[in-house]
């Protein structure tokens, strides 16, 4: 089993619509859980942490479950520009596991 | 802000030379990282540096070193590159603590094919 897995996708949505993205980790002792977003062929770049409680920042809300070991990423209506790679990650003390990412095209 | 600066951006090798990736960091983070990313899969670290002096192996060291040469500059070393090894390679850095976990900041990557 991958220590993070993720919903590879392609996640096909028009502009305007919400869209939801599990993670689910195996190791129960993590500490920290990232969301980044990763355009073809470019660094992956911080969108947010996610905290125990539940954020949110703008269009986008992040939970995690640590009983269920997984985090969620939502967004809501859906911009062009958020067409993108979704990775979520997961810190073990000095590593982070990366999930293999999730793949979203917002069309018009 | 330069944050995290990668060279070169793209390398072609033949199989059996050998290279260095340069990475270095203006953040004044503790941690540094390498990652090699193949398409349709996830980052996988090769190796890491917690702190200057120190480095770590990853999930998949095989074919390389690395060298924390100062706080602020991690090379990684293909010594005898193989075609396996064509793959875009990132580095990153983060301030780490027990109890102060912050995200990773990536360069912009290296793109390295190896004939």
């Known amino acids: 089993r991958k220590e993070v897995e993720q919903d590879p996708g392609p996640f096909n949505v028009p502009e305007g619509a919400t869209v939801a993205f599990n993670c689910t980790y195996s190791?129960?002792?993590?500490?920290?859980f990232f969301w980044y977003r990763q355009d073809c062929r470019k660094e992956p770049k911080l969108l947010m942490s996610?905290?125990?409680s539940g954020n949110e920042d703008g269009r986008f809300t992040a939970q995690l479950n640590r009983a269920s070991q997984y985090i969620s990423l939502l967004i809501r209506d859906s911009k062009l520009s958020d067409s993108a790679t979704y990775l979520c990650?997961?810190?073990?003390?000095?590593?982070?596991?990366f999930g293999a990412g999730t793949r979203l095209t917002v069309k018009p | 802000n330069a944050g995290v600066t990668q060279t070169p951006k793209f390398q072609v090798l033949k199989t059996g030379q050998s290279m260095t990736l340069q990475c270095a960091q203006d953040?004044?983070?503790?941690?540094m990282y390498w990652y090699r990313q193949d398409p349709g899969m996830g980052l996988r670290l090769i190796y890491y540096?917690?702190?200057?002096?120190?480095?770590d192996k990853g999930e998949v060291p095989n074919g390389y070193n690395v060298s924390r040469l100062n706080k602020r500059e991690f090379s990684l070393r293909l010594e005898s590159a193989a075609p396996s090894q064509t793959s875009v390679y990132f580095c990153?850095?983060?301030?780490?603590?027990?109890?102060?976990?912050?995200?990773?900041?990536f360069g912009d990557g290296t793109r390295l094919s190896i004939l």
């Open positions: 996610v905290y125990s």
């Open positions: 990650v997961v810190n073990e003390g000095n590593d982070m596991r």
């Open positions: 990153a850095s983060r301030i780490f603590g027990t109890e102060n976990n912050q995200p990773q900041h």
């Open positions: 953040m004044n983070h503790n941690s």
């Open positions: 540096s917690a702190s200057e002096g120190t480095t």
């Open positions: 190791n129960s002792a993590s500490q920290s």
